[in-house]
Structures are given as structure tokens and as C-alpha cells.
């Protein structure tokens, strides 16, 4: 929401102030029953400056007021009991001092009993500070809510500031384990198989490739991410032998959808990390789409690993990165021997 300078703002402030100083007394000076002198003049410029500084030196010690609970957004949530406080006193004193302005006329319109008011002169009074306790409420709203979005947006800016360091931590992570590992599997492959070092090597170079390009995007397509999971899929398949594989039964039409880049990545992470794969044990990961929910349908076996307890922060930051990025988040479920993860697609 845009903000307007300070300078415009205190300008605004005192028109507000003003004004309401000068409705308050035309409309007590005019409108009681006060007695009319040729030689008094209520109108008069010097009485109205006079009015209009008193009210603004009220104004001024309710901004005060009011900047000092609006430190915290806390203050709201924790001690409504002290804003309620604070706007009954507000009331207060706005009443007392329209109640001084009348004293204050009928001292120069040299009336006898001056603290004393009749109905007629109650019922204006209130009349007035009911007009006004209207503005200076609205006012207050309108302030309050603007002062509410800057804090929801710098709140939001914070959130994802935060999403954004804790996914450059978990490449972090990943990236040095994943090359030790891909690196001494070369080795060995340049020493028994150099043909297939070669295609190991390409496929590594596309993995680290979408990671670099991929730390400067919010979104990728889907099909962008698959390839990408073939290649880090391969270079695991090269490691731990033939016993991991994709099966990815999408249609073409799906394959412009959008989602996290690295998300695939990270759930095929997940299987591998805290299942157990062998030649004996071969591990699926199957990749469908259910139409009705609208979501990517991650699925493998359940095989946990007992040396290995789960975190769950890589599915939690993923989690994140989808209430971020669409207001939606991703649907983890498993029986005794499946474990689902549903991503929602984006399309645009």
C-alpha cells in the first residue's frame, strides 16, 4: 500500500484537528443559548486560532499516543484490554475538553455559574462529541489499518526471506554430500567402465546446470523437473546399482505445469535416504496425476531404514515454499507399506 510522506501526513493531521476545533466551537457558539452582546463576538478569528491550537495540541499528544502502541503489533493481540483503555480515555478527554471550549464561552459571554450546563447545552455537547469521537474513530481506523499491512507485507517479506535462506541452506547441504559421492563413483567408473564414466559425467553436469539456474527461480515446469530427475536419478542408479528406477505415467498436457524447482529432487532424496534399496530390494518411485485433487501423486514403498530418523525439515521448507508461492501446501500419507506425498501444479 502506498505511503505518503511525513510531511503530508502532519499537514493532514492538522487540517484534521483544525477542523474539528473550529465545528466544535461555531457549533456551541451558534447553536446554545447563550445570551448575544453587540460587543462579543464569537466569530471572530483571534477566539477560532485559539480553539483550533488547543485542539491541535490535543491531536498532538494523540499521535503521540497512538505511535507509541503501534511500536509492537504484539500490543494489539496481548493487550487489547489497554487499547480499550486507551480509546475510553480518548473519549474522555475529547468530551472534557468540548466541555472547557463551553465553559470557556460562557466566561466571555460573562455568564454566571459557568460550570453549570443545561440540558439543552448536555445534549449539544454530546451531539458534538458524538460527531467527533465519529471522525477521530474513522480516522483511527484508516490508520490502524494501513499501519496493519505495512507490518502484514514487511512480515511476509521476513517469512519468505526466511523460506529462501533455509532452501539455499538445504542446497547447501545437499550439494557437497551429493558431489563426494558422485565423485568417487567416477573414479570408479573411469577406472572399470569409462564409457559409462562419460554418460556419468554429462549427467552430472546437467544435475549441477538446473541447480545454478534453478536458484534464481521461484518456478519451473514440470517437465524441466523430471528430465532433471532422470539425471540425478541415473547418477544414484550408477552408485547404488540397478535397483532404483522412475515410473512417471503423466500426460503431455500436464507437462507445462508449474511447481518449486528441486521439489522431485528433494522427494526422491527423501526415498532415498530413509528406505532400504538393494538389487534384492529394488525401489519404484511412481509419479501419477489425480485430476479430482489436482496434485502430483508421489508414491514409493515404505522400507524405513532404522539407523535413519526423519526430520521431516525438507518436506516442512517444501511445505513452506507452496503457502508462499500459492496460499496451498503439499498432503503427505502413508499405510503400513506406501507413503504418498501429494504436490498441488500451477498452472498458468
Given at each position: 500500500m502506498r505511503t505518503f510522506h511525513p510531511r503530508y501526513v502532519r499537514l493532514l493531521n492538522v487540517l484534521l484537528f483544525s477542523g474539528l476545533g473550529c465545528f466544535s466551537y461555531l457549533?456551541?457558539?451558534?447553536?446554545?443559548d447563550l445570551p448575544k452582546r453587540d460587543d462579543l463576538d464569537f466569530t471572530s478569528l483571534g477566539f477560532i486560532i485559539g480553539v483550533m491550537l488547543a485542539f491541535n495540541a490535543m491531536g498532538f499528544c494523540i499521535i503521540l499516543v497512538d505511535s507509541w502502541l503501534k511500536r509492537g503489533f504484539l500490543f494489539f493481540v496481548e493487550k487489547r484490554r489497554r487499547v480499550l483503555l486507551y480509546y475510553v480515555g480518548l473519549g474522555i478527554l475529547l468530551f472534557l475538553l468540548n466541555y472547557l471550549l463551553f465553559v470557556g464561552l460562557k466566561w466571555m459571554a460573562d455568564v454566571d455559574r459557568l460550570f453549570y450546563i443545561r440540558w439543552s447545552g448536555i445534549r449539544l455537547l454530546l451531539?458534538?462529541?458524538?460527531?467527533?469521537?465519529?471522525?477521530?474513530?474513522?480516522t483511527a481506523t484508516n490508520n490502524f489499518y494501513r499501519h496493519t499491512i505495512v507490518l502484514y507485507k514487511r512480515n511476509r517479506s521476513l517469512e519468505e526471506s526466511s523460506i529462501e535462506a533455509q532452501y539455499q541452506a538445504l542446497q547447501?547441504?545437499?550439494n557437497p554430500h551429493f558431489l563426494?559421492?558422485?565423485?568417487n563413483t567416477l573414479i570408479s567408473e573411469i577406472e572399470y567402465n569409462p564409457q559409462n564414466a562419460v554418460q556419468f559425467t554429462q549427467h552430472l553436469s546437467d544435475v549441477y546446470r538446473y541447480i545454478l539456474q534453478c536458484q534464481q527461480q521461484r518456478l519451473t515446469t514440470l517437465s524441466d523437473e523430471l528430465e532433471f530427475l532422470n539425471s540425478y536419478i541415473f547418477l544414484h542408479r550408477v552408485r547404488l546399482g540397478d535397483c532404483i528406477c522412475v515410473d512417471c505415467r503423466l500426460d503431455e498436457s500436464l507437462l507445462e505445469s508449474k511447481l518449486p524447482p528441486l521439489t522431485l529432487q528433494l522427494l526422491a532424496e527423501n526415498v532415498i535416504k530413509h528406505n532400504m534399496i538393494s538389487i534384492r530390494n529394488p525401489m519404484v518411485i511412481s509419479i501419477t496425476y489425480s485430476?479430482?485433487?489436482?496434485?502430483?501423486?508421489?508414491?514409493?514403498?515404505?522400507?524405513?531404514?532404522?539407523?535413519v530418523q526423519s526430520s521431516g525439515i525438507g518436506l516442512r521448507n517444501l511445505s513452506s515454499r507452496y503457502r508462499l508461492i500459492c496460499g496451498r501446501e503439499i498432503t503427505i500419507e502413508h499405510t503400513s507399506d506406501l507413503f504418498f506425498v501429494k504436490i498441488p501444479l500451477l498452472h498458468e
Open positions: 457549533l456551541l457558539a451558534l447553536y446554545s451531539l458534538v462529541w458524538l460527531v467527533e469521537m465519529v471522525i477521530i474513530g474513522l547447501s547441504q545437499l563426494f559421492n558422485s565423485l485430476e479430482a485433487e489436482d496434485r502430483l501423486v508421489v508414491c514409493n514403498s515404505l522400507r524405513p531404514k532404522k539407523s
